[in-house]
């Protein structure tokens, strides 16, 4: 028995002279829903591809399964379950036909097939809809449906890329109760996602960004780690004239813009949330509130990103 | 097993639902073969000639009409100066103009030569050569028959002992072009149908991403390809039936040999035209650009030098091996055989080996270069 | 104001085929590269006929006249047989197309001043290569009878009276060359099938992806969006055409007898009229698979029969040459063929021109109502 569900060394692939991913390393325990976050071509939806045995790496080494991804690809696909970014079931079908395919395609006996075609439409809230043709779902049933089909043979390791991109959030919610049920079933998770609100929910992280690991560990862990100073948050009445002001303080560790709102990080809470008031009243923009917050992943995130940015520009 | 028998469900399921799809895969053979099985004549008839008679005896058109009683030629014009026959062949009025010298009659009395001319339009060669061998078919029964009528009234004189050809035609008494023709257009169209048919048929699924999902589960290479071709296989079976008979009923075309043989090696034909569609669909990324490979690459050149229109034999040496490689090439020979010379197995394994070959080749090299992989 | 706003989707269209090597390579070097090999490869000369003899006679006189079809470049003098079920298999297996057989009282009739009759057995399935070789033949026996008679009669002091002396003289393509009739017909014959397919594809995919309906919220005009996919394909349509004149000109020895001016003018109409055509379709066909399927259908195979590209139209049904003339490659051969081989003024032509630019004017305005249909 291994102890790891996900095991990754090393592994790098590079597309003639760009490197999309670039020596990661991470393990994902048995029963964990792994989270893999980074911007848009990061490197994520390379690295589960390599792990799904449907890219070959160029170095490096990985085991999904216990079985190694080099060597082993098709026992890894027998094991696993994968969801990819876009929709890739058949349009022309209906949802009945597309789980009866995908079931045959595993190899499931028809009276398994016809078990599982009533959990899928039951857990995807598809009842009264398995003649609907696949193109007529909205997004969220569409996820929903995907979801199914990927987990018909009952795998323990399940890829998901980017799942809940472009999908509504009662549907995004929705689906993580799905991704929550089934690894309480002790299924293994690995979720590629741009969300950082989904990352909450994740038992573990890895950040990647431009092919490379930049942090890893629980959410609770990451913001412990790398947030040791106080963040503010600061409403305005004029939020970007602000942050040009407050931006080249010296006493200011980092400042971004969350929607109207500013997050000042400070060293010292109590002392330059004096500068702050003085500096703004000065130019007559009035605070309207200023507290500190709990930071968010997002604040790390950011952070992370931007000294990540900053060693590479070095 | 069971795998394959799940695509193939799927494929008709998919298939059923573009009705459009669908009616083409068997409409539009169909309605190309009887379009085109008419339109593919080589015979020439009804072709226009401008006579400038400038002798204008009973002589002079007693010539005339022979061209004219030939069925061969019909006279659209009569010039009555040289300048408007170099307009009437530039406009493409007449394809030939008949120059007829005054002294026509009175040198044929005199017992002289006279000088007929012939002007061909030669920008369509195959016509001018057609025609000038028609014409010259007609003056020269025409110069005997006066030889004839002056040893007539002399008989004296000695006829001299003259080779007299008895021609037979064989397979085409008639010489139908018709009969040459549609078999060819038969096994084009064939082609056409079955090589589309399949070069989309795993490009689409590259393209909107359904491959990637499949790579993903258990399936190995050889179960998607059968899984993928069967149907076809039917279709394009269903195919060859529709188009013998519309051959063998609706063009007469007349089948002399064995149906059974027939059905037999259309069938192996189908199989290397999938597989060349197959093929197509390995090497290509987007639909498009399969449509434009098999168009070009392959329809084009084998539409040309597969026998279909211009004989092989008269192609350039080093053509004619490559031509060789094409399938095509050797489906025709056969079908021609079958419909026209009744031959069988015996005459036609020369073809279908090859035929069986490139079939194996061209399908496990599709197999091969079909690997779970992406990128 | 139009020009403006049909740039950035001419520019698109430039960029998205720009990557796509393959169908760039395929649209611009492919038309030019097929001509070259075609023109090179396709023969309707029938030339070295392979011919069996089965010889009952066996004189000097019958061999004299089997070496009289030997010794032309028609025919070659492959199989020498000894009986009928031999000339049967020759000809069932495709080894010869002609079988002469002499009879064994051949030399005895033509030494006593009788006919002599032979046989010629031809294999018909080709009828083209059929009807030539037997007039070739025809005309072999003719010349080998004057011959003889020529022979017979001098011995009297007497020539042989040919009533009439035979000129055929032959314009614009004297050697009667094949491949100066089929190059010019291929120029047209290729544009069109490459412009209609790929106009037809690229809007279709278009639609398949969802791009379409992107294109069609913005500002621009459906008919502007069409016209600006139409005039990238056409852009690359006509130096695919003048890659094609040009190599016509290297191999084949084909100049371009009348006005250049005319020449672009007709293929620029012609073109205008298969994208139209392309266009057309893209709006019938939800699918790249049956845009492409009926764009060969109504391009391929009819272009090359009913246009009078390889078959002459006149030897048609008449109820497929009416037909013919709802082809625009038909129009347009007749333009090239006046312009490129005869020279021939516009007064050759200019009702061609019409016909192909009304049809041009028809499917483009056909296909973009039914574009602006779509829209709402």
């Not at chain 2, 064939?190 to 999902?213: F, N, P, R």
């Not at chain 2, 197509?280 to 030098?305: D, E, H, N, R």
Request: hydrophobic share 45%; charged share 20%.
């Amino acid at each position: 028995m291994f102890e790891y569900a996900i095991e990754v060394h090393d592994l790098t692939k590079k597309f003639g002279h760009f490197t999309a991913v670039d020596h990661v390393s991470f393990t994902v325990s048995r029963g964990e829903i792994f989270g893999f976050l980074g911007a848009n071509g990061a490197g994520k939806s390379t690295t589960i591809r390599m792990l799904c045995g449907l890219l070959e790496p160029t170095s490096g080494s990985g085991k999904v399964g216990g079985y190694d991804i080099n060597s082993e690809p098709e026992l890894v696909k027998k094991s696993i379950g994968y969801m990819s970014q876009r929709f890739s079931l058949y349009e022309d079908l209906t949802v009945e036909e597309n789980i009866r395919f995908f079931g045959g395609v595993y190899g499931l006996s028809s009276g398994k097939i016809k078990e599982r075609i009533g959990w899928v439409v039951g857990m995807a809230g598809l009842q009264g809809r398995e003649k609907s043709l696949a193109k007529t779902l909205s997004g969220g049933w569409k996820q929903r449906l995907a979801l199914g089909c990927a987990v018909l043979h009952e795998p323990r390791i399940l890829f998901l890329d980017e799942p809940t991109s472009g999908v509504d959030p009662v549907s995004r919610r929705r689906f993580w109760e799905l991704i929550n049920e089934l690894s309480e079933q002790g299924i293994t998770i690995l979720v590629t996602t741009h969300y950082l609100d989904e990352a909450e929910y994740c038992n573990d992280l890895t950040l990647i960004n431009a092919g490379r690991l930049i942090a890893s560990g629980s959410p609770k862990q990451l913001k412990a780690n790398h947030i040791t100073y106080s963040i503010l948050e600061v409403e305005t009445t004029n939020p970007v004239a602000a942050m040009d002001l407050l931006r080249n303080q010296p006493w200011v560790i980092e400042i971004s813009l969350f929607g109207t709102y500013l997050h000042v990080g400070v060293d010292d809470e109590e002392r330059r949330k004096e500068a702050i008031r003085s500096i703004l009243a000065s130019t007559g923009i009035q605070i309207r509130r200023m507290e500190r917050i709990v930071p968010s992943l997002e604040d790390v995130f950011l952070r992370l990103l931007e000294q990540d940015s900053k060693k590479r520009a070095a | 097993m069971k795998t394959i028998y799940y695509i193939i469900v799927k494929e008709f399921l998919q298939l059923r639902r573009d009705r459009r799809m669908f009616g083409l895969s068997f409409m539009a053979p169909v309605i190309q073969l009887m379009l085109l099985g008419y339109a593919a004549t080589t015979d020439i008839k009804d072709i226009p000639v401008l006579v400038y008679d400038q002798d204008r005896t009973s002589r002079s058109r007693e010539f005339i009409n022979q061209f004219v009683n030939s069925g061969y030629f019909v006279v659209e014009e009569e010039a009555h100066s040289l300048n408007e026959i170099d307009r009437s062949i530039e406009d493409g009025h007449v394809w030939m103009a008949l120059v007829i010298p005054t002294d026509f009659s009175n040198d044929l009395l005199a017992l002289r030569q006279t000088k007929v001319q012939l002007l061909a339009d030669g920008s369509d060669a195959n016509s001018a050569n057609i025609s000038i061998g028609y014409a010259l078919q007609i003056i020269n029964t025409y110069s005997r028959s006066i030889v004839a009528e002056i040893l007539k009234r002399s008989p004296q004189l000695q006829q001299p002992a003259r080779v007299t050809p008895e021609i037979r035609v064989w397979y085409n008494p008639e010489l139908k072009s018709r009969n040459f023709m549609v078999p060819g257009v038969l096994a084009m169209v064939l082609m056409i149908i079955t090589t589309t048919l399949t070069s989309l048929a795993i490009v689409k699924e590259k393209e909107i991403g359904t491959l990637e999902q499949l790579m993903v589960t258990p399936i190995k290479p050889y179960q998607l390809i059968v899984g993928k071709l069967l149907p076809f296989v039917i279709i394009g079976g269903l195919d060859v039936v529709l188009v013998i008979l519309v051959a063998r009923f609706w063009f007469d075309v007349p089948l002399r040999g064995s149906v059974t043989l027939l059905l037999a090696l259309s069938g192996l034909f189908v199989l290397t035209t999938l597989g060349l569609g197959l093929f197509v669909s390995t090497i290509s990324k987007t639909q498009q650009q399969a449509m434009m490979t098999a168009q070009f690459f392959f329809f084009m050149p084998f539409l040309y030098l597969s026998g279909f229109a211009f004989p092989i034999e008269n192609m350039p040496r080093v053509i004619q091996y490559l031509t060789y490689l094409i399938p095509l090439r050797y489906f025709i020979v056969i079908i021609r055989g079958v419909f026209l010379k009744g031959v069988g197995i015996a005459e036609l394994w020369p073809q279908a080996i090859p035929l069986w070959i490139f079939g194996l080749a061209i399908l496990t090299l599709s197999v091969l270069r079909f690997r779970k992989r992406l990128g | 104001m139009i020009v403006k706003r049909i740039r950035p989707v001419v520019i698109k269209e430039f960029r998205q085929i720009r990557r796509d090597p393959r169908s760039l390579i395929v649209l611009l070097v492919f038309p030019g590269l097929l001509v070259l090999f075609i023109g090179y490869a396709l023969n309707f000369d029938v030339k070295h006929i392979s011919f069996a003899a089965f010889d009952q006679d066996k004189t000097s006189t019958s061999r004299e006249f089997i070496r009289s079809f030997s010794n032309t470049e028609y025919f070659d003098f492959n199989y020498s047989v000894e009986s009928y079920r031999e000339v049967d298999a020759l000809l069932d297996e495709g080894k010869a197309l002609i079988a002469i057989v002499i009879p064994t009282n051949f030399s005895k009739n033509l030494l006593g001043g009788r006919d002599a009759a032979i046989q010629l057995l031809v294999d018909g399935a080709n009828s083209n290569t059929a009807t030539t070789a037997i007039s070739y033949a025809s005309a072999i026996i003719q010349t080998y009878s004057t011959k003889l008679a020529s022979k017979v009669l001098a011995r009297s002091g007497r020539e042989v009276y040919l009533p009439i002396d035979f000129r055929p003289k032959i314009w614009y393509n004297p050697e009667l060359l094949t491949a100066k009739f089929l190059v010019p017909g291929l120029i047209g014959f290729l544009l069109m099938l490459s412009a209609v397919i790929s106009t037809s594809l690229s809007v279709v995919k278009e639609k398949e992806r969802g791009t379409m309906e992107q294109i069609m919220v913005s500002p621009l005009h459906t008919i502007e969006v069409t016209l600006g996919k139409t005039l990238s394909y056409l852009i690359l349509a006509l130096l695919a055409s003048a890659l094609v004149l040009v190599v016509g000109f290297l191999f084949f020895d084909i100049s371009i007898r009348g006005s250049l001016f005319w020449l672009y003018t007709g293929i620029l109409i012609f073109l205008l009229g298969a994208l139209g055509q392309g266009l057309l379709i893209s709006t019938i066909a939800q699918t790249q698979q049956v845009a492409f399927m009926i764009s060969v259908f109504s391009s391929l195979l009819p272009a090359l029969l009913l246009s009078g590209f390889v078959f002459p139209i006149r030897s048609m049904p008449i109820v497929l040459q009416v037909i013919s003339n709802l082809m625009p490659a038909k129009f347009f051969l007749v333009v090239l063929r006046s312009v490129i081989l005869k020279g021939a003024g516009l007064s050759a032509f200019w009702d061609q021109l019409v016909f192909m630019a009304v049809f041009a004017a028809g499917m483009i305005t056909i296909s973009s109502m039914r574009l602006l249909r779509k829209a709402e």
